[in-house]
């Protein structure tokens, strides 16, 4: 198990130095509703400090500045974390940095009036864990923010699904569904305040960009996405409204809750 969990980080560093930049302009992951949403639920304001885990291109870090509040900015990937501090320097805000994983925090307990996580723990080896560790430094009255992938609770479904965003990004790991959500929330003494899955639609050519895929893996992707069985066609909605190119639905979750 470690050896594995081993490999998903090492997976997860290589994929997302190589492609830094472009969570950093990526439209999805620099703004829309989730983002918004998220936001609003952790209710940002000076005087807070608030952990951004896996901030990816310093997003979430960079709205909760700019609401106030005192930002770290966390990510397994060094040249990540760069890129999230360029960003983020250019807005004309200040952020500090660290470099670790989310499943194993460097901060002492009750540290944090805010923590909040988005669009990466389908990447994580052990989520139980993860939710232990953002509980554990947030401070009484403190607040859990999450956005990520939300599953289909059909099981059958769910695996393709997995095994379709696995193709494009060997680091994914398992994307779980709102009931399991709210599961892990409750697990860790976290009373949810906030629970709702969103459809967003993704074009397949930018998807398949962000990670840099090649030919073969876009072939065999595009012939998952042609030849899927019904429940998934039902759930994942894939239709070439344009002709020629290919637009399908991801399901989000946000999620947030209060440690007592």
């Known amino acids: 198990m470690m ?3 081993k490999n998903v980080d090492q997976s997860a560093q290589t994929r997302f130095g190589a492609n830094a930049g472009n969570y950093v302009t990526s439209v999805v992951h620099s703004g829309g509703y989730t983002l918004d ?15 951004d885990l896996a901030t990816g291109g310093g997003h979430v870090a960079l709205a909760l500045g700019q609401h106030g509040a005192s930002v770290v900015a966390s990510d397994l990937t060094e040249k990540m974390l760069h890129a999230a501090r360029q960003h983020i320097s250019a807005q004309g805000r200040l952020a500090s940095f660290c470099c670790n994983n989310a499943q194993d925090l460097p901060f002492p307990d009750a540290s944090f009036d ?5 669009l990466a723990p389908h990447h994580f080896q052990d989520v139980s864990r993860y939710m232990s560790e953002c509980t554990r430094v947030l401070r009484s009255g403190g607040i859990l923010g999450v956005v990520d992938h939300a599953g289909a609770i ?24 709102e ?14 305040t906030h629970s709702e899955v969103v459809r967003q639609r993704l074009n397949f050519n930018w998807w398949t960009k962000m990670q840099s895929n090649d030919a073969e893996t876009v072939m065999r992707l595009r012939v998952m996405l042609r030849q899927m069985p019904r429940a998934v066609a039902d759930w994942m909605e894939p239709e ?15 999620i947030a809750g209060v440690k007592p």
Do not use: C
């Open 37 to 51: 949403k998220l936001i609003e639920l952790v209710s940002p304001a000076e005087g807070k400090r608030a952990l």
């Open 179 to 192: 009931i399991e959500w709210n599961a892990m929330f409750h697990e860790v003494g976290l009373r949810v």
């Open 154 to 177: 059909d099981f059958q479904v769910a695996k393709y699904v997995n095994a379709y965003e696995k193709l494009r990004d060997p680091s994914h790991v398992w994307e779980f569904n």
């Open 3 to 5: 050896n594995n969990a």
């Open 114 to 118: 805010i923590v909040t996580t988005r």
């Open 240 to 254: 070439t409204p344009l002709g020629s190119e290919w637009y399908f639905t991801r399901w989000q979750i946000v």
